[in-house]
């Protein structure tokens, strides 16, 4: 008799790596005769019950295994094995498996022993072990569910013995909470194999590791199975008595999805999208990181009239009337859009706006004309007239500083951006940790030509929706790297 200790699922390789740790006890006894002294020797018992023992293990059982034994040695297997159970507590599962030869006297099931030596059918019970030994067990622990699997229908090794000429083994009533398996129907007899396991048992050792199935279900496979290899030779039966559900293997959980990677990638911010790249560019979702980068990518740089949404310093431009959806501009409407876009002066935007308070380009106007408000001199209180001046063009260098939006942006300039800290969370949802107080040089290699090409995106007549998204500095550097590309980079 050998004790082999329960194997936690970490340590299973191949398909048992993601297997769970089972919250109730398994208990399991194996036994498997086949070097029999005075009947037909059996060639594959020993190895079937190898075979299960080590699935056992596999899906959590403590496992006992007993092989080619005599009467005495399995009596006491069983009764340790009942104490095993009663020990377990009500919540564990006892599950018991023999492979050997097994007979039927009188309707009552025995299990034979290597060591057996029957000449008159009476004696029986006294060189054998009766099946019902191992049920009387199970019911005195007081457990919930149990499993009974009996593979020992093999041809009767006592024919010569009077009054011992039935086949197979009975079947058996199965106690409250207790799971039946025979290798073969009652009365039939189950072969052994010819390729080192019984049909039976290679079925169910084929299936017990599939995840998720109740057992019920397994047992339907395993059947199926052996009725096509033995060409409907051979059908497994089960009786059933269980209250609860009981798989050998569970399902394996839903994955659970990374909530920085779906707050990413629902975010449809090209940005978000970069950063996440960056921070884990190896990652498990970095290819489809990058397959949602070129898309949005190609939608940035694809012309797209849709009005941003206007700062504070545009919205107080704006007339103030419930909003409405975005117009369709006709030509007069972007004919004159045009000529104020050409003109970049005040002027020009505000008649814009007063022609079309609701239009298509309402709220770039707007945007170009609260630019163009910032960086216009404030005017004298005693100055006399001045003439005409030329149009003002806001001229933006890549020192200067930003002198719009919060202080602490105001002060910075282009060149020093990246030496500061985000107003806003990189990707929603992003930790403070990872960003509050940290230089946008964490995660940004900012040189000045990448910033310069960053910035011909927002000076393109197809920037409106980039222009549109939140910046972690806010609209405000995104208004002053425009300005700073329709200067040059300068």
């Known amino acids: 008799m050998r004790r082999l200790a329960r194997t936690l699922a970490a340590a299973c390789s191949g398909a048992l790596a993601a297997l769970p740790l089972w919250a109730e006890e398994r208990i399991a006894l194996v036994i498997g005769n086949g070097a029999y002294a005075s009947v037909a020797p059996l060639d594959n018992a020993v190895t079937d019950a190898e075979l299960i023992a080590g699935r056992l293990e596999e899906t959590g059982f403590d496992v006992t295994l007993v092989t080619d034994t005599g009467q005495i040695a399995m009596a006491r297997a069983v009764a340790q094995f009942g104490r095993d159970l009663r020990a377990a507590g009500s919540d564990a599962t006892g599950l018991f498996y023999y492979a050997g030869h097994g007979v039927q006297s009188f309707g009552t099931n025995y299990l034979v022993p290597t060591d057996v030596a029957l ?129 050998f293997v569970d399902a394996a959980p839903e994955p659970v999805e990374d909530p920085v990677w779906v707050a990413v990638r629902d975010s449809d911010d090209p940005l978000k999208v970069l950063l996440f790249l960056r921070a884990d560019p190896d990652g498990p979702h970095a290819q489809d990181a990058r397959l949602l980068l070129d898309r949005l990518v190609a939608a940035e740089t694809a012309p797209d009239t849709s009005p941003p949404a206007p700062s504070a310093d545009v919205a107080a431009i704006l007339p103030q009337t419930p909003p409405t959806a ?22 020009a935007y505000r008649a814009y706006l007063d022609a079309y308070p609701q239009g298509a380009f309402a709220e770039i106007a707007a945007t170009e004309l609260a630019a163009l408000a910032t960086a216009a001199p404030a005017p004298s209180q005693t100055a006399e007239a001045a003439p005409a001046a030329a149009p003002l063009r806001v001229v933006r260098s890549f020192g200067t500083p930003i002198g719009a939006g919060p202080p602490e942006i105001a002060v910075l300039s282009i060149e020093t951006a990246v030496d500061g800290s985000p107003l806003f969370p990189p990707i929603e949802g992003l930790p403070e940790e990872l960003w ?48 700073w590309s329709e200067n040059d980079c300068r």
């Open 326 to 347: 975005p117009a369709v501009p006709d030509d007069d409407e972007r004919a004159l859009f045009d000529a104020a876009v050409s003109a970049t002066t005040a002027e």
């Open 119 to 247: 000449v008159d059918a009476a004696d029986l019970p006294l060189v054998a072990l009766e099946a019902n030994a191992v049920l009387r067990q199970m019911r005195s622990a007081g457990n919930r569910t149990n499993i009974v699997i009996l593979d020992a229908c093999r041809d009767n090794p006592f024919e010569a013995v009077p009054a011992m000429d039935d086949n197979g083994l009975a079947e058996m009533k199965a106690p409250t909470g207790t799971f039946l398996a025979y290798a073969t129907a009652p009365g039939a007899v189950a072969l052994d194999g010819l390729d080192g396991a019984s049909p039976f048992t290679r079925a169910l050792a084929d299936r017990i590791l599939d995840p998720g199935q109740q057992i019920e279900t397994l047992f339907k496979a395993v059947r199926q199975e052996v009725v096509a290899a033995t060409a409907g030779l051979q059908t497994p039966w089960v009786t059933t008595s269980l209250l609860n559900d009981f798989a």
């Open 436 to 483: 509050k107080g940290q230089p946008c040089s964490t995660c940004h290699a900012w040189t000045r030509d990448a910033l310069c090409t960053q910035a011909q995106t927002y000076a393109t007549a197809s920037s409106t929706r980039a222009l549109s998204k939140l910046h972690p500095y806010g609209g405000v550097f995104k208004q002053a790297l425009r300005q």
